[in-house]
Each structure stands twice: as C-alpha cells, then as structure tokens.
C-alpha cells in the first residue's frame, strides 16, 4: 500500500546522492541573505540612523553573546527557558491529542468539548496571563500551566481536523476487509491523521515558545531568556537583548530542524502521506 | 429517501445545539460554585452575576468600547500590512526559485522568534504607543500569511497545471483560475493563523507597550488593583472579538470561496 502511494506521486527532481560541491552551493546560497542584511544592518548602525546604545553593530553583540556565554549566564537563562517549555508543552501534547482524537471519532464528545474549546481559544494565550498570574502566583508553576494550557488548542483542532479528514473510503475499505476497530485506528485513522497531529504539535511548539517568553517577561522567573530581554530594556543593554534574542531564534531553530523534521521524515513521508 | 437523510442531519444538528448548551451550563454552574464556595477569595474568583455588571457598566460608558476601538485599530493595521507583503511575497517564493532561495532562509530564521521578543527592542526603538504595538502585529502576522501562501501554491496538483495548460491556458489564466483557487484553502488557513497571531500579539504588546487604551492594557492594569472582575470581562470581550472574527469573517469568505470550489470537505461548524 505504502508504495503505490508513494508512486503515484510526481516528483519534480530526481533526488540523487547531493555531491560536495553541491552541498557547498547550498550553503553558500542558505548564507548569502543573512550576508544581505547582516551588511544592511551594519550600515544602519554605523550611519547612525539610531543611536548607537539602542542599534549596536553586530560586533558588539557577538561580543556580548560570547561574553554571556563564557560567564555561564547566557547558557543558564536557556537551560530553564527550554526546560520550562518542555514540560509546558508535555502536557499540552498529552491533553490536545488525547481530546482532539476522541472529539474526531465521537460526535457526543464533540458536542460537549466544542462549545467550551471554542470560547477558551480564540482568547490570547497571553490574557489568561495576568489570570494565572492571580490564581497560581508569579513563578514557575503559573508559565507551565500558562504554556500547556495556551498551546495545547493548535493540537486539538488539528489532530481533530485530521481525524475528520480520513477519507471516508478508507475507513470503509478497510472495515469491509474486516479491520476490527483497533486495527482501524492504528492502521488507518492514525495514519491518516498524523499529518494534522503532527502540524498541530508544530503549531502547538511554537505558540508554547512564543507565549513562553511573554509569560517570563511578566511572571517574574528568576532566570529565563524572556526575563534576560526583559530585564535588559530597564539599562539600555540592547547587545544583550540582541543576544538573548539570537539564542531564542536558535533554540526555535533546533526545534524545528532536530525535532520535527525528524519526526516526520520518520513517519509522514515514509508513509508517503506528503513529499518531503 | 433525500428526504429522509435531511431530517436526520437536522435531527442531529438540533441535538448538537442541545448538548452544546447544557455543557455552556454545567460549566458555568461550576465555576459558580467554585466562586460562591468561598475557597478562593472573592476578589480573585468574582462570581458570574459581578461579571456581567461589571461588563455592562463598563460597556455602557463607553471605555470598553473605546478600549475594542484601539486595539481593533491596531490588529486591522498590522493584519492588512502582513497580508499586503504576506500573500505576494508567498507567491513569488513559490513560482521562482530565486526569491525562494533568498527569502526562505530568512524566514525560517525569524520565525521561531517569537513576536513578544521583540517588544522590548521595539519600545526602544520607537517607543511606546501605536507604532511599536502595530509592528509587533504585523511582524507576528506576516509568517503565517507568507508559509501558508507558500506551500499553498507549491501544493497545487501539477496535473491540473498541465491539463490546464494542455487545454490552452496562458499564464494569467493559469494563475488566476488555477493556482489562485488551488491554493486557496492554504491561503485562507494562512489568514486564519495571521490573524489569532495578530490577536495574540496585539493582547501581549499592549499589556507592555500600551500607553493608556486598548484591551491588554486594561487587563494587565487590572491585576496590579486585583479587579478580576474587570480582567475576566475584559478577556470575554477579547474573546468575543476573536470568536466573531474566527466563525463570521473567515468562516464566510470559506463559505463563498474554497467550499464552493469544493476544496475541502464540510466540517461540522
């Protein structure tokens, strides 16, 4: 099954093994905008468009960044920014799937969550903010519960989306050829929806992460990359939240490339559901 | 036999209604108990009567008004700017190579960071007020509009290119009667996200970057007077607005433009 799928997709190039020197190109050609606007941004810099406190050159801020890391600051305010998001996102994973499935598959589960999701999320995650702030005090406890709470409703709807959106003539070709119910989910509905699941927790990461650092900048953490921006606005230090901020798009990155894409060459592509 | 299959679908509609409602009622019965049970203190956890009338009381003044009017100008202006460099720049990336090849590195380079990471370096760039809260937006809102815009038209069925091209039409034609309509569904799934982005991003700047006026303002201003009351009207408010957005606008312009087309099946809602 998986391989007629996966033929009867067109495929533009004829993926063959990448030479050195066309994976040189490539990097070469993934560099050359940030040349581009690292260039535009020096030039700002040094025309002085702003002033040079609050648009520093990119040396500063590299130096600052090296500066913070050897310190072990740098290093510290990240390792509890991302262990804050993992645990927020857990739980937000574990929740979203769990509810977005069953309202999928059972209509009277959808008749009950629905109404209620669908007031909950079209509020910002960052209202509720000052609500957990109350409820829960400043702190850890009030940013976990905030980030499970807030990103667990891009999971939901789309892992209930996709369950939705198994064709119908696959659940019922494999119930004629005698899939108990099980099999059913595991073979077909779980597959066929795992390209919305997987998209929702994509979603759902990024908006725990987005959400994440606005709740530290307001919660008050003792350490934390939020609160590292934050903090340096009250002395000027734009280096340090220049530096704060490339470790933020890093993490993202790592995130994204070393999580997800893994994740779903693993299962999606192989499945043939989508080419990569 | 049609007929019959209507009076089902109605049947079961109306049910949905019912049990909709009762679940609204439960919940809302709960949380009553929860406030009235004297557990939390009353000033954290206001019972729903107090947050209607402070809800009315401030909408009958005008301020919660005023405060919708400011941050509705601000979303508006920042979402119509993310969607005027959104959609083109989605295009471009997706029908050349070498706009993709510039730009896509760039964006997966900015969009993890989060929009509120850049408020503090924006309130010191252009201080506090309109322009910092409108940036805010529409640099939440572009992603979305330009990736969704993207693999949406890169995932129009090349079949129907060619078939459109083996029956004659030329490159305008193409574009408008094919990759516009093909692509739709992502393109408006993209204006969705812009648009809960936006709303996100405007709620977080103003609680930071606001002077005196807009709905996060407001809620964050009430925390530091423990007016739950006023927060949790205000976030009914802010939920409204989105809710109307989500099911009215973005749920008609579904409606008159991928449904008709038949590009997605009718979900339920």
Same mark, same amino acid.
């Given at each position: 099954?998986?391989?007629?799928?996966?033929?009867?997709?067109?495929?533009? @190039?004829?993926?063959?093994?990448?030479?050195?020197?066309?994976?040189?190109?490539?990097?070469?050609?993934?560099?050359?905008?940030?040349?581009?606007?690292?260039?535009?941004?020096?030039?700002?810099?040094?025309?002085?468009?702003?002033?040079?406190?609050?648009?520093?050159?990119?040396?500063?801020?590299?130096?600052?960044?090296?500066?913070?890391?050897?310190?072990?600051?740098?290093?510290?305010?990240?390792?509890?920014?991302?262990?804050?998001?993992?645990?927020?996102?857990?739980?937000?994973?574990?929740?979203?799937?769990?509810?977005?499935?069953?309202?999928?598959?059972?209509?009277?589960?959808?008749?009950?969550?629905?109404?209620?999701?669908?007031?909950?999320?079209?509020?910002?995650?960052?209202?509720?903010?000052?609500?957990?702030?109350?409820?829960?005090?400043?702190?850890?406890?009030?940013?976990?519960?905030?980030?499970?709470?807030?990103?667990?409703?891009?999971?939901?709807?789309?892992?209930?989306?996709?369950?939705?959106?198994?064709?119908?003539?696959?659940?019922?070709?494999?119930?004629?050829?005698?899939?108990?119910?099980?099999?059913?989910?595991?073979?077909?509905?779980?597959?066929?929806?795992?390209?919305?699941?997987?998209?929702?927790?994509?979603?759902?990461?990024?908006?725990?992460?987005?959400?994440?650092?606005?709740?530290?900048?307001?919660?008050?953490?003792?350490?934390?990359?939020?609160?590292?921006?934050?903090?340096?606005?009250?002395?000027?230090?734009?280096?340090?939240?220049?530096?704060?901020?490339?470790?933020?798009?890093?993490?993202?990155?790592?995130? @994204?490339?070393?999580?997800?894409?893994?994740?779903?060459?693993?299962?999606?592509?192989?499945?043939?559901?989508?080419?990569? | 036999?049609?007929?019959?299959?209507?009076?089902?679908?109605?049947?079961?509609?109306?049910?949905?209604?019912?049990?909709?409602?009762?679940?609204?009622?439960?919940?809302?019965?709960?949380?009553?108990?929860?406030?009235?049970?004297?557990?939390?203190?009353?000033?954290?956890?206001?019972?729903?009567?107090?947050?209607?009338?402070?809800?009315?009381?401030?909408?009958?003044?005008?301020?919660?008004?005023?405060?919708?009017?400011?941050?509705?100008?601000?979303?508006?202006?920042?979402?119509?700017?993310?969607?005027?460099?959104?959609?083109?720049?989605?295009?471009?990336?997706?029908?050349?190579?070498?706009?993709?090849?510039?730009?896509?590195?760039?964006?997966?380079? &900015?969009?993890?960071?989060?929009?509120?990471?850049?408020?503090?370096?924006?309130?010191?760039?252009?201080?506090?007020?309109?322009?910092?809260?409108?940036?805010?937006?529409?640099?939440?809102?572009?992603?979305?509009?330009?990736?969704?815009?993207?693999?949406?038209?890169?995932?129009?069925?090349?079949?129907?290119?060619?078939?459109?091209?083996?029956?004659?039409?030329?490159?305008?034609?193409?574009?408008?009667?094919?990759?516009?309509?093909?692509?739709?569904?992502?393109?408006?799934?993209?204006?969705?996200?812009?648009?809960?982005?936006?709303?996100?991003?405007?709620?977080?700047?103003?609680?930071?970057?606001?002077?005196?006026?807009?709905?996060?303002?407001?809620?964050?201003?009430?925390?530091?007077?423990?007016?739950?009351?006023?927060?949790?009207?205000? &976030?009914?408010?802010?939920?409204?607005?989105?809710?109307?957005?989500?099911?009215?606008?973005?749920?008609?312009?579904?409606?008159?433009?991928?449904?008709?087309?038949?590009?997605?099946?009718?979900?339920?809602?």
């Amino acid at each position: 099954m998986q391989d007629a799928v996966t033929t009867t997709i067109p495929v533009d @190039e004829v993926p063959d093994r990448p030479q050195a020197r066309d994976r040189l190109r490539l990097v070469l050609r993934n560099i050359f905008p940030f040349l581009v606007v690292g260039a535009i941004w020096e030039i700002v810099a040094w025309a002085g468009v702003f002033p040079r406190r609050l648009f520093p050159t990119i040396e500063e801020v590299a130096s600052t960044f090296a500066r913070l890391t050897v310190t072990g600051i740098l290093p510290h305010h990240a390792f509890d920014t991302v262990i804050r998001l993992l645990s927020g996102f857990a739980l937000a994973a574990i929740i979203g799937v769990t509810i977005g499935v069953l309202m999928g598959r059972s209509r009277r589960a959808e008749d009950i969550c629905l109404p209620l999701v669908s007031i909950l999320a079209p509020i910002p995650g960052l209202a509720y903010a000052p609500l957990f702030l109350l409820w829960f005090g400043l702190g850890n406890i009030s940013a976990v519960l905030l980030v499970g709470f807030v990103s667990a409703f891009p999971i939901l709807f789309n892992s209930w989306t996709g369950v939705k959106a198994v064709k119908e003539i696959w659940v019922r070709s494999a119930q004629s050829m005698g899939a108990d119910d099980r099999r059913l989910f595991s073979h077909v509905i779980l597959p066929g929806a795992l390209p919305y699941i997987l998209t929702g927790l994509r979603l759902g990461l990024a908006q725990a992460w987005r959400i994440l650092v606005a709740v530290e900048m307001l919660a008050a953490v003792p350490w934390g990359l939020g609160w590292l921006i934050f903090g340096a606005r009250e002395f000027l230090n734009t280096d340090a939240m220049l530096a704060g901020i490339v470790v933020i798009a890093l993490i993202g990155l790592g995130l @994204e490339k070393f999580v997800f894409q893994k994740i779903e060459d693993y299962t999606v592509v192989r499945w043939g559901m989508i080419t990569s | 036999m049609g007929n019959d299959h209507v009076m089902t679908e109605q049947g079961q509609r109306t049910r949905s209604i019912i049990r909709a409602v009762v679940t609204l009622a439960a919940a809302a019965a709960l949380y009553e108990l929860l406030a009235r049970s004297g557990y939390f203190a009353p000033a954290l956890l206001p019972t729903i009567p107090v947050i209607v009338r402070t809800l009315i009381a401030m909408i009958a003044n005008g301020t919660m008004i005023e405060h919708a009017a400011f941050t509705m100008y601000r979303v508006m202006f920042g979402f119509g700017l993310a969607i005027a460099v959104g959609i083109p720049l989605g295009i471009l990336m997706a029908r050349f190579h070498r706009v993709e090849n510039f730009f896509l590195p760039l964006v997966s380079a &900015l969009m993890p960071i989060p929009s509120f990471a850049l408020v503090p370096l924006f309130m010191l760039w252009f201080g506090i007020g309109n322009l910092t809260t409108i940036l805010i937006v529409f640099y939440a809102a572009t992603f979305p509009m330009v990736f969704n815009t993207w693999s949406g038209v890169r995932s129009v069925n090349p079949l129907w290119l060619r078939a459109a091209g083996a029956m004659g039409a030329d490159e305008q034609k193409l574009f408008w009667k094919v990759i516009i309509p093909g692509a739709s569904p992502f393109i408006i799934t993209g204006m969705r996200q812009a648009f809960l982005r936006a709303w996100i991003a405007v709620v977080g700047a103003e609680m930071i970057a606001a002077s005196d006026w807009g709905l996060g303002w407001v809620i964050f201003d009430a925390k530091e007077f423990l007016n739950a009351d006023i927060m949790l009207a205000s &976030l009914l408010v802010i939920g409204g607005i989105g809710y109307a957005f989500e099911r009215l606008v973005f749920g008609s312009i579904e409606r008159a433009t991928v449904q008709r087309w038949g590009m997605v099946r009718m979900a339920k809602g």
